[in-house]
């Protein structure tokens, strides 16, 4: 999907695979699996690293579903809100978050852990390829 719009990822680890051995939950939809999402804890509230949809079922509301079950998930274990790295102007990223009550976070509220993603993307050269934004929803 993301090369239909010109955007090429570098190679290297999935974010799957990037979770091995940290402090991470992956919350599945389907049986057979047709989408995914990846959390992890970050400064008292909850990361999502990533949520994908197989992209043959894309606009079937899987991953409006899976988005609720996210927030769901982090308001059951306490967290305040969950909180996201995304492209500001793809339209099933930022555009597709604030339809599901999702808002741009200003920096001054960045927490150090965002911070650290932040830095981490702008190193691995994803903010050369579109504009990014931190997001965040609250739980409750």
């Known amino acids: ?17 990037q979770m091995i051995g940290r402090d991470a939950e992956i919350l599945v939809a389907g049986d057979p ?58 339209a099933w990223n930022g555009p597709w978050y604030a339809r599901h009550g ?3 976070l200003p920096e001054e509220r960045w927490t150090p852990g965002l911070r650290k993603h932040w830095d981490a993307e702008v190193a691995a050269g994803l903010h050369r390829l579109g504009p990014r934004v931190v997001m965040w929803a609250a739980t409750g």
Do not use: N
């Open 33 to 90: 699996p047709v989408a995914y999402a990846v959390l992890s804890p970050l400064d008292g509230a909850i990361h999502l690293d990533q949520i994908s949809v197989h992209a043959d079922l894309a606009g079937q509301g899987i991953g409006t579903r899976l988005l609720r079950a996210v927030l769901e998930h982090a308001s059951a274990a306490g967290a305040p809100g969950v909180s996201l790295l995304t492209f500001r102007d793809v």
């Open 1 to 17: 999907m993301f090369g239909e719009i010109g955007i090429a990822f570098p190679p290297g680890p999935t974010v799957v695979e």
């Open 102 to 104: 999702f808002s741009v």
